[in-house]
């Protein structure tokens, strides 16, 4: 059902945790499963320089987020922002019709950290 | 959002894997959020010896099979089959309501190994 690279993310995930003093930290839940998101971005000279996350989501929302962190860490706030749900999906090497909402979850909780940063700023 | 034991069955969940030659093996797929479990089980004199589960599902999914399997080693099959999943719930000391639908998949799971052990013998 999952290929290598999901299995390598979810067995070993990137970023997880939460960033001390994080310029942006976004939630977000799934409507279609309840599970949460929380991802936190560390930002300087309008780059994101470091990104973790915190969920109880399963293996996909793991894998998915655990991409997507690393895709955003080097980016410029723009070029997070344009970051779609595909490119994540793409960089995983796919994922199951019915597990493409977990994805979502790392998608909306960048892109709320990203909001959220821009609040303060 | 999850109360201590909850956490606790999460971090260290209990009878995680795959029962060889086991005695019955039941999967249930969740048509809410599409994760997948798997429980064996070992029964011997009409009672469940052993049970084990594998899931890409959540956290709360994975604290429910961990309590689940707990209760259901040592049952007969017929108290087996009577358990609910409410019990579960329950025993878990509560789940949020939109994660229900997690437990399920530990309910179901358990059934449709019993079914798979009650067809083999
Ligand atoms: S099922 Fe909830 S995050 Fe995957």
Chains 1, 2 share one sequence.
């Not at 999901?6 to 799934?30: L, Q, W």
């Not at 970051?83 to 960048?110: M, R």
Request: aromatic letters at 6%; one cysteine or more.
């Amino acid at each position: 059902m999952y290929n290598d690279k999901v299995m390598d993310h979810f067995m070993n995930p990137h970023n997880v945790g939460e960033i001390e003093n994080a310029d942006g930290v976004g939630t977000y839940g799934s409507p279609v499963c309840g599970d949460m998101m929380q991802i936190s971005i560390k930002v300087a000279d309008d780059k994101i320089t470091d990104a973790k996350f915190k969920t109880f989501g399963c293996g996909s929302a793991i894998a998915s987020s655990s991409v997507a962190t690393d895709m955003i860490i080097g980016m410029t706030i723009d070029e997070a922002l344009d970051l779609t749900n595909k490119q994540i999906i793409n960089e995983l090497g796919g994922l199951p019709a019915v597990k493409i909402h977990c994805s979502v979850l790392a998608d909306h909780a960048i892109k709320s950290a990203i909001y959220d940063y821009a609040q303060k700023t």
